[in-house]
């Protein structure tokens, strides 16, 4: 199949569009984008600076590649970069990077429901969900598989860990371990995600060396720092080591539960 273009878009001709591509009514497309094959664009979308893989969807009045919003940028060439098979509904905002790191970028496989958005200098992995007006300030980084509900707020360089769910209306302004439900203002763990372990495949074993390490992390009062150095002397498996190296990794520190030790400890019991 060719490429489709409706009469009122503006596509400027050093734009790449690959085959099967279909760019709607009142759509603009930049110079300097490249679109990948079989991609679908709704109406009233803008393109700028960016490279959009595959076979995504973009159903109407999305800002891709959008200039950062950050009083430092002053021009600079910086791109927006997403893979393959994603979903981006209305009105959502993609940011380029900014003269920070040049770059933001999202995997495949995700969905950005109406309006939420992405700024500059982020990183999102694959199969990452936002809901309704959610949003990640710069530099923020979401891991593989991760859920944030509606009207979420993520703090600038807040990193959430793989397969870890900000509840709606959550406001995150430490970094979310993998694996946890986070709730509140400012979020917090209140469990574990057993439910999305399971429809992942994760095995009974390896649900039951996170939930170790996340009651020796939490629950066994020690101090954070003891408690990584204690779990890695210990033979965990890579699934479980996972919460150690993001733990380790973090700057703005760690998300910790606010709830009493009891009650999370039959949270994680469940």
């Given at each position: 199949m060719a490429t489709k273009i409706h009469s009122t878009a503006v596509v400027?001709?050093?734009?790449?569009?690959?085959?099967?591509?279909?760019?709607?009514?009142?759509?603009?497309?930049?110079?300097?984008?490249q679109i990948g094959a079989g991609?679908?664009?709704?109406?009233?979308?803008?393109?700028?600076?960016?490279?959009?893989?595959?076979?995504?969807?973009?159903?109407?009045?999305a800002c891709v590649g959008m200039p950062p919003q950050d009083w430092s940028y002053k021009g600079e060439h910086t791109r927006f970069t997403m893979g393959d098979?994603?979903?981006?509904?209305?009105?959502?905002?993609?940011?380029?990077?900014?003269?920070?790191?040049?770059?933001?970028?999202?995997?495949?496989?995700?969905?950005?429901?109406?309006?939420s958005h992405i700024g500059h200098d982020c990183r999102l992995g694959n199969n990452v969900i936002m809901v309704n007006s959610s949003a990640a300030a710069g530099h923020v980084q979401i891991g593989d598989r991760a859920t944030i509900s509606g009207l979420v707020g993520i703090h600038q360089f807040t990193r959430i860990g793989k397969f870890a769910?900000?509840?709606?209306?959550?406001?995150?302004?430490?970094?979310?371990?993998p694996y946890v439900i986070a709730q509140g203002d400012r979020a917090k763990p209140v469990a574990l995600n057993l439910v999305g372990l399971k429809r992942n495949g994760f095995t009974k074993e390896s649900i039951k060396s996170i939930k170790y390490v996340f009651k020796t992390l939490f629950?066994?009062?020690?101090?954070?720092?003891?408690?990584?150095?204690?779990?890695?002397?210990?033979?965990l498996p890579p699934e479980a080591a996972l919460i150690l190296d993001f733990c380790e990794a973090s700057k703005r520190g760690i998300a910790r539960p606010?709830?009493?030790a009891r009650e999370l400890e039959t949270a994680v019991n469940d």
């Open positions: 400027h001709p050093k734009a790449e569009l690959g085959v099967d591509v279909e760019i709607g009514p009142y759509v603009v497309i930049g110079e300097d984008v991609t679908k664009i709704g109406p009233h979308c803008i393109f700028e600076f960016c490279t959009v893989g595959r076979n995504n969807l973009f159903t109407g009045a098979n994603n979903v981006v509904r209305e009105a959502v905002s993609l940011h380029r990077g900014s003269h920070a790191t040049n770059l933001t970028s999202m995997g495949s496989d995700c969905m950005l429901m109406a309006n769910m900000i509840s709606g209306g959550g406001m995150a302004n430490q970094d979310i371990i629950f066994r009062g020690l101090l954070l720092k003891d408690a990584i150095a204690r779990l890695r002397s210990e033979n606010r709830r009493t």
